[in-house]
């Protein structure tokens, strides 16, 4: 069936450096993949998302590049913040428009 | 998100009984999903609904079962709880055009 693997699992960086999450999607005909942020004890919120039609898309630090071709997708967060701790989603639309998720990234900031 | 409320936020039941999940959305919005989260595993889809008479299961729903009372309401009913059931589950709206999904605060169940 349709599946979005999500690496790493567990992503720790000194504060003030960047990071990089990254995807692969299984369903060639996915055309909207976005990302979702989870602090503690909160519930997931859409932080960026991109269309197959776009390979780059930007919010301040926050940054998500697709390449079609591999069928895989990565969230880019440049100098990392204390805030940015949380575990990080993304997910894939299928044909049949549902989310496919992956399994989630935690992303430890150390200071 | 205030505009999507779920009731319970937490309960502790026992195996075998039958729980119900309520969620109620001020959003407007037609499409409406219950999700499950466990430690590890990201989120997984029980059942959506993409208006009033349409009701679609999602890759997890045996064991559950769903009623979409009215367009702002959503309800997840366990027939009869197990163990295997313990976690977080969060209900979630999006617009007929929009892809965003907006989740609730999410309930947390444990079953005894």
């Known amino acids: 069936g349709e599946n979005v693997e999500q690496h790493p699992s567990t992503l720790s960086v000194q504060e003030g450096d960047s990071a990089v999450i990254k995807c692969t999607y299984s369903?060639?005909?996915?055309?909207?993949f976005p990302w979702y942020k989870q602090e503690l004890g909160k519930r997931p919120q859409l932080i960026i998302d991109?269309?197959?039609n776009v390979g780059e898309k930007k919010d301040q630090r926050i940054a998500v590049t697709l390449n079609k071709t591999a069928k895989h997708f990565s969230l880019h967060i440049t100098e990392t913040q204390p805030e940015d701790s949380a575990v990080y989603f993304c997910?894939?639309?299928?044909?049949?428009?549902?989310?496919?998720w992956g399994a989630g990234t935690k992303l430890i900031i150390k200071p | 998100d205030a505009d999507v409320t779920q009731t319970p936020r937490n309960r502790i039941t026992k195996t075998g009984k039958r729980i119900m999940l309520e969620c109620s959305q001020t959003?407007?919005?037609?499409?409406m999903y219950w999700y499950r989260q466990d430690p590890g595993l990201g989120l997984q889809l029980i059942y959506y609904?993409?208006?009033?008479?349409?009701?679609n299961k999602g890759e997890i729903s045996d064991g559950y079962s769903v009623s979409r009372q009215a367009q702002a309401k959503f309800s997840l009913s366990l027939e009869s709880a197990i163990p295997n059931q313990t976690a977080l589950y969060f209900c979630?709206?999006?617009?007929?055009?929009?892809?965003?999904?907006?989740f609730g605060p999410g309930t947390r169940l444990t079953v005894l």
């Open positions: 979630a709206t999006s617009g007929s055009f929009v892809d965003t999904q907006y």
């Open positions: 959003k407007g919005h037609d499409r």
């Open positions: 609904s993409f208006d009033v008479k349409d009701i």
């Open positions: 369903d060639s005909a996915s055309n909207y």
């Open positions: 991109i269309r197959s």
């Open positions: 997910a894939a639309r299928s044909s049949n428009y549902q989310l496919i």
